[in-house]
Nanobody, 120 residues
């Protein structure tokens, strides 16, 4: 069994910063890509940022230049540094990982989500 646990969400004023963390644990053989999605009320879930095992990154246009994704492979952890936050960044943020288990199965696993609210 594999679990992804997010942390770091909260309430922040416009222009502020937050850093999200997501730690993967369990029966993990290897982790390929990891990423962050978000879902705002009444909207579809959208991809925010993604990072491969080799460190290649890509971002949604709406967050380029403001958000930075990184990972610590030794800790099976991915981070999302969010700067210059805007009210439209308000959403539940979900971590995802393409993980191969010790049993040899490859799945996309999801975290439970963490709320980010940007408001004055």
């Amino acid at each position: 069994q594999v679990q992804l646990v997010e942390s770091g969400g909260g309430l922040v004023q416009p222009g502020g910063s937050l850093r999200l963390s997501c730690a993967a644990s369990g029966s993990i053989f290897s982790i390929n890509a990891m990423g962050w999605y978000r879902q705002a009320p009444g909207k579809e879930r959208e991809s925010v940022a993604r990072i491969t095992s080799g460190g290649r990154t890509n971002y949604a246009d709406s967050v380029k230049g403001r958000f930075t994704i990184s990972r610590d492979n030794a800790k099976n952890t991915v981070y999302l540094q969010m700067n210059s936050l805007k009210p439209e960044d308000t959403a539940v943020y979900y971590c995802t990982g393409l993980i191969t288990t010790m049993e040899g199965y490859e799945y996309y696993y999801w975290g439970q989500g963490t709320q980010v609210t940007v408001s004055s």
